[in-house]
């Protein structure tokens, strides 16, 4: 190799001062190297782990991050840094392991159904007692699961302990459960190597997504976050239009603002909770579940003046919410598939309007469930990684063609009443919603396709 001087190995990488926090610079811009140096770390600062997390695996995240600093000096150690996250995601998989359990693991003989434990410092001797020549390594001894006392197959593989966070619900979302797949193709590809380059957009995304699984299995969402976000904030809102004869006036503001709209003309409004930058707003009906994010109506819809009298009087306030793993029901009927809705307002259908086949379906999206169902309606199979889910027959005659992954949980399918006790026996709802006929205007609604019901 050459010898470079002290100097050749401190002088800035001018690949890396092309990357700026405007885009990647072709022409003869570049950044200062002081600037640089300021940029790369800023763009991985806001990614700190929970205190609750470890020593070890804190100290190995760190060394992910100085390693993605001081790519200003080598470009390469962007590479070096976005492969070596993925040995510390494993590494942070197996010590939460064994601090689940406190160091003692628990298993079970699943043909004569002794239980057994092992007590352990390190996830080391978990590998030990699981693989060829270990104590519990033949095949009839099971992990015993905390969560549920259920048995899973467990033998000390990153696709093991991916299986096993999740079902000890470390982990959740449906989106999320495809990546889970990819994490481990690429901890195997990163195993195997190959000589490869990674830019530093691609670093600093798996080091965020990387603080965001640890802060995750250690039980804490990430605000803002992208895999695991915190739950997020909704407020009073108001979705307001008019027709005119022109073209039709729409506008959108938060409540408090509502005292100071002053627009000529009757404006019909509506009140509801939500999320302001949902884009799904105006696609707003109390019936379906048409915006991206959760949202409730509050009021309406009424002329403005009604609607500031009713703020004035109750003066709602913002609420937090959860979007993972929501749960929605759709049905199937003469031919047709229903729009998402919230189990307690199908639980609000008339008797006239129960017949078909019914589905309860959890999704982090109204439009993954919709997905879903439509393709159970089509007679096609998801084409999920994991065999167990996204396989419902559902009485349906399924093609031998996969379509793309479906990221839902089928959770139940049968009749209205079925489904109404499966909601009350498993989630304890019961109580239907007072169900409005309230939307935002016709001019926003989806142009319904001839296969797909609405009211």
Same mark, same amino acid.
């Given at each position: 190799?050459?010898?470079?001087?002290?100097?050749?190995?401190?002088?800035?990488?001018?690949?890396?001062?092309?990357?700026?926090?405007?885009?990647?610079?072709?022409?003869p811009?570049?950044?200062?190297?002081?600037?640089a140096?300021?940029?790369q770390q800023?763009v991985?600062?806001?990614c700190?782990?929970?205190?609750?997390?470890?020593?070890?695996?804190?100290?190995?995240?760190?060394?992910?991050?100085?390693?993605?600093?001081y790519?200003?000096?080598?470009?390469?150690?962007?590479?070096?840094?976005?492969?070596l996250s993925?040995l510390?995601?494993?590494?942070?998989f197996?010590e939460?392991f064994?601090?689940?359990?406190?160091?003692?693991?628990?298993?079970?003989?699943?043909?004569?159904?002794?239980?057994?434990?092992?007590?352990?410092?390190?996830?080391?001797?978990?590998?030990?007692?699981?693989t /060829?020549?270990?104590?519990?390594a033949?095949?009839v001894w099971?992990?015993k699961?905390?969560?549920?006392?259920?048995?899973?197959?467990?033998?000390?593989?990153?696709?093991?302990?991916?299986k096993?966070?999740?079902?000890?619900?470390?982990?959740?979302?449906?989106?999320n459960r495809s990546?889970?797949?990819?994490y481990?193709?690429i901890?195997?590809?990163v195993a195997?190597?190959?000589y490869?380059?990674?830019?530093? /957009?691609?670093?600093?995304?798996?080091?965020?997504?990387?603080?965001?699984?640890?802060?995750?299995?250690w039980?804490?969402a990430?605000?803002?976050?992208?895999l695991? /976000?915190?739950?997020?904030e909704?407020?009073?809102?108001?979705?307001?239009?008019?027709d005119?004869?022109?073209?039709?006036?729409?506008k959108?503001?938060?409540?408090?603002?509502?005292?100071?709209?002053?627009?000529?003309?009757?404006?019909?409004?509506?009140i509801i909770?939500?999320?302001?930058?949902?884009?799904?707003?105006?696609e707003?009906?109390?019936?379906?579940?048409?915006?991206?994010?959760?949202a409730?109506?509050?009021?309406g819809?009424?002329?403005t003046?009604?609607?500031?009298?009713?703020?004035?009087?109750?003066?709602?306030?913002?609420?937090?919410?959860?979007?993972?793993?929501?749960?929605?029901?759709l049905?199937?009927?003469?031919?047709r598939t229903?729009?998402?809705m919230r189990p307690?307002?199908?639980?609000a259908?008339?008797?006239?309007?129960?017949?078909?086949?019914?589905?309860?379906?959890?999704?982090?999206?109204p439009?993954?469930?919709?997905?879903?169902?439509?393709?159970?309606?089509?007679?096609v199979?998801c084409?999920?990684?994991?065999?167990?889910?996204?396989q419902?027959q559902s009485?349906? %005659?399924?093609?031998?063609?996969?379509?793309?992954?479906?990221?839902?949980e089928?959770?139940?399918d049968? %009749?209205w009443d079925?489904?109404?006790?499966?909601?009350?026996d498993?989630?304890?709802?019961?109580?239907?919603a007072?169900v409005?006929?309230?939307?935002?205007? /016709?001019?926003?609604?989806l142009?319904?396709?001839?296969?797909v019901e609405?009211?």
């Amino acid at each position: 190799m050459r010898i470079k001087t002290f100097d050749e190995l401190i002088a800035p990488d001018e690949r890396t001062l092309r990357f700026t926090p405007l885009g990647f610079s072709m022409g003869p811009q570049i950044l200062k190297p002081e600037y640089a140096a300021e940029f790369q770390q800023q763009v991985i600062a806001g990614c700190d782990l929970h205190p609750d997390v470890p020593e070890d695996t804190r100290n190995a995240f760190e060394r992910v991050r100085t390693l993605h600093s001081y790519g200003i000096l080598c470009y390469e150690a962007f590479t070096v840094a976005d492969d070596l996250s993925w040995l510390v995601m494993e590494q942070a998989f197996r010590e939460r392991f064994v601090t689940y359990f406190n160091g003692t693991i628990p298993f079970v003989n699943i043909r004569t159904g002794d239980e057994d434990a092992i007590t352990v410092r390190n996830f080391e001797e978990v590998y030990q007692a699981v693989t /060829p020549g270990g104590s519990h390594a033949k095949g009839v001894w099971r992990l015993k699961l905390r969560s549920n006392g259920q048995p899973m197959k467990f033998r000390a593989s990153f696709s093991h302990l991916l299986k096993w966070a999740r079902q000890e619900g470390l982990l959740h979302g449906q989106r999320n459960r495809s990546i889970e797949e990819v994490y481990r193709r690429i901890r195997n590809r990163v195993a195997h190597p190959s000589y490869h380059i990674t830019m530093p /957009p691609a670093s600093a995304r798996t080091i965020h997504d990387l603080a965001e699984v640890i802060n995750r299995l250690w039980g804490h969402a990430t605000p803002g976050g992208r895999l695991y /976000p915190a739950p997020l904030e909704r407020e009073v809102i108001v979705v307001a239009w008019r027709d005119t004869e022109v073209e039709p006036s729409y506008k959108i503001m938060r409540g408090y603002q509502l005292a100071t709209f002053h627009e000529p003309g009757d404006w019909q409004c509506l009140i509801i909770r939500a999320v302001f930058n949902d884009e799904g707003i105006w696609e707003f009906d109390a019936r379906y579940e048409r915006t991206h994010l959760p949202a409730e109506l509050l009021w309406g819809p009424g002329l403005t003046h009604e609607a500031l009298a009713w703020l004035n009087v109750h003066r709602p306030e913002p609420d937090t919410t959860d979007y993972l793993d929501r749960l929605f029901v759709l049905r199937i009927h003469n031919g047709r598939t229903s729009l998402a809705m919230r189990p307690e307002v199908a639980l609000a259908r008339l008797a006239d309007r129960r017949d078909g086949q019914w589905f309860i379906v959890k999704a982090d999206y109204p439009n993954d469930a919709f997905a879903h169902v439509r393709h159970i309606k089509n007679g096609v199979v998801c084409g999920d990684p994991s065999p167990t889910v996204c396989q419902v027959q559902s009485g349906v %005659t399924m093609t031998s063609t996969p379509i793309p992954f479906c990221p839902v949980e089928p959770v139940f399918d049968g %009749t209205w009443d079925e489904m109404a006790r499966h909601l009350a026996d498993r989630f304890a709802i019961t109580k239907p919603a007072v169900v409005s006929a309230a939307k935002v205007h /016709p001019q926003f609604s989806l142009d319904v396709a001839p296969d797909v019901e609405a009211d």
